[in-house]
């Protein structure tokens, strides 16, 4: 008996992109590495120095769970690059300030953060990279802009014998 194969009638969307997303975080993560900083690090300093935001509010920004953005403050603070102070609008609130030596840090960041984004686009043809950004930001503007509900588990539970 052979098997049949379905026939793919589509480019494979969801391995193009999640490979090149997974390599992209592979060269963003060792890039920043070498200044001493993760990716949510990164991105915990630079949206800390946009407004005044408390941690849950960053933890948003970045998708990280309460737990990540706990030990993510917590390595910034240990490097002196920012600090948990008391919200200048409601004292109850706690939020995360960027220490001087953390906006430097964040500058330095940023360069190493756009120069890798530089390098993969650059990889590209001129129009090639207008088109994959064109393409991308009307993705993630309509079709791709919100994920999915996650589906309720399809295994039913064990049923206990009597």
Known sequence: MTSMTPTRTEPDLSFLLDHSSHVLRTQMSAALAEIGLTA??????????????TQ???AEIGDMDKTTMVVTVDALEEAGLAERRPSSQDRR?????????GAQVAEESQRIVDD???????SLPTDAREALLNALNLLVGDYLATA???PRSARRARQREK
């Open 40 to 53: 949510r690090m990164h991105c915990v300093l630079i949206h800390a120095l946009e407004e005044e935001r």
């Open 56 to 58: 849950a509010q960053l």
């Open 93 to 101: 609130a706690r939020i995360i300030a960027v220490t001087a030596r």
């Open 116 to 122: 890798v984004h530089q390098r993969a686009l650059g």
């Open 148 to 150: 999915a509900a996650a």
